[in-house]
């Protein structure tokens, strides 16, 4: 196997206007490496050389090294079209010079080359640019290989090595040389970093483990809102995230930061971040999530309705994070001391009645019930009795009855205790009076609260009154009298028919009197009649 003596003298530039160097280095923005005489630009070549030398672990371009500070660096590469063809045939310079940068971040800590490209062209001292030049010309994989009589050019290996120095890396040793790597001065057909590369590149930029510097805080939120947690982390990059809640990992939740876009209460919890990169993994402090729903209504106060003195209780469900504060209304006044989730009316009266709703309010809001209607009734009373009355018959005969309820009272009237057709007012009549209607009258006042039934009305049938005489005896005369019982009977006498002198009266007669006009014999003519009162 052939191989190759590489001489350092690559086409390098730094956009520090006062940057030195004794090595080739392509990144010094602002500071340098290992500050010496030797000068800004240099131009790489390499030549045939004899076969590898051992060579010893890897040395720093100065003691103590100098190395980039973290985060990224920024790499512009102006590479000229290629003078030979790249060794797999198709890969751009660019691409070929990003895989080197590439090669070399994991092994860099918290510094990351971060390659972008310009036109081929020439830098300027203080351009404030980090520039890679690369000619037409540069190749320098050994053996050198031809494929259809062309030569095929490696530039991966050049990049590789080259961006070694600008790490910080310098030449071991080249007498005694033990161990293959890029960095050495001396090549085989190596194009991959060796463990001593890499070994140098961490002694010069060792891995940082991730450091916390703010925690996520706790929240507590409205639900419905946007809540985001985030984490502040130093350390090398990269550095991944994992956002948990209650120790379960959220999918997608892979960034510095979480944001809940709807928070709702079954997402409250503790929430951690998991912090991790090649050196260490880390877990933040819980952040406690807190989501304040405002009450709603699960189960409403319902209407009822109650008979005066009972006990009458109100209640209602709500749902939300609690504590709950309740305030009840009738009317909408305000309850005093009504603050519970129900409300109880002891013994209900007529002022109770009306409309009661209930504000259920927490740390995020309030709402108001539905209002429910509390309906207090009284069973009926009578106030004014029907009363016994006498008619005559073919007359009208009514009876009226008086009574108080809530709701109003209905009636039914009754006749010797049997429901009248019809007769559901507070008064009855009736008409063309006959014996058979004569009995005991009653009427029932009810309500949905309760019946009272009236004292017993007597209605009276007046029969017609009717006088027999006897024949005298003696000269006297036998009167019976017989009618409606009534209070008083009377019995007139008369010559003529013109003049009547009443000559009985029979109190309570109840329908009948007897009398014996001794008197008769004295006339020579006498006349009779009667009267009920």
Known sequence: MKSYRRYDRPNVHSGNR???????????????????AAPVFFIASFFCAAPLFPARAYTFIAEPPYTWPDGNVSMVLKLGSAGRNLLDGNTSWDEVARQALSTWNPYVGAI?????????????????LNQAFFSSTVYGRGPLRWSGGQLLCDLRRVAL???????????PDQAGQTVSAIMNSIISDLDALAYDDITGAEALYPLQAPIITTEPQSQTALAGSTVTFSVVVSGSEPLSYQWRLN????????????????????????????????????????????????????????????????????????????????????????????????????????????????????????????????????????????????????????????????PDPTYQWEFNGVSIPGATSSSFTRDNVQPADA?????????????????????????????TLTAPTNGAVLLSVSGPAV?????????????????????????????????AGSFTRRFYKATAE
Request: aromatic share 6%; proline share 6%.
């Open 18 to 36: 006062n940057s030195t160097a004794k090595v080739a280095r392509l990144l010094l923005p602002w500071r340098t490496l290992c500050r010496t």
């Open 112 to 128: 990351q080359f971060a390659p972008t490209t310009q036109s081929p062209g020439v830098g300027s001292d203080g351009d404030q």
């Open 161 to 171: 090595h080259e961006f070694g120095h600008v790490l910080g890396l310098a030449h």
């Open 247 to 406: 120790g379960v990992n959220i999918p997608g939740a892979t960034s510095a930061s979480y944001t809940i876009s709807n928070a709702q209460p079954t997402q409250a919890g503790d929430y951690t971040v998991v912090v991790s990169n090649a050196a260490e993994t880390i877990t933040s402090a819980a952040a406690l999530l807190t989501v304040n729903a405002p009450p709603s209504i699960t189960s409403q106060p319902q209407s009822q309705v109650t008979t005066a003195g009972n006990s009458v209780m109100f209640s209602v469900g709500a749902d939300g994070t609690a504590p709950f504060t309740y305030q009840w209304y009738r009317s909408n006044s305000s309850i005093a001391g009504a603050t519970a989730a129900s409300y109880t009316i002891g013994a209900a009266k007529a002022s109770d009645a009306g409309g009661y709703k209930v504000r259920v309010s927490n740390s995020a809001g309030s709402v108001d019930s539905v209002v429910a209607t509390l309906t207090v009734q009284y069973p009926p009373v009578i106030t004014a009795q029907p009363q016994s009355l006498a008619v005559n018959i073919g007359a009208t005969g009514t009876f009226t009855v008086v009574a108080s309820g809530i």
């Open 439 to 467: 009995g005991n009258y009653t009427v029932v006042a009810s309500n949905s609260a309760g019946a009272v039934t009236s004292q017993v009305a007597v209605l009276g049938v007046n029969q017609p009154l009717s006088i």
């Open 487 to 519: 209070k008083n009977l009377t019995i007139y006498a008369s010559p003529d028919l013109l003049n009547w002198l009443p000559i009985v009266t029979k109190t309570n007669a109840q329908g009948t009197l007897q009398y014996t006009d001794t008197a």
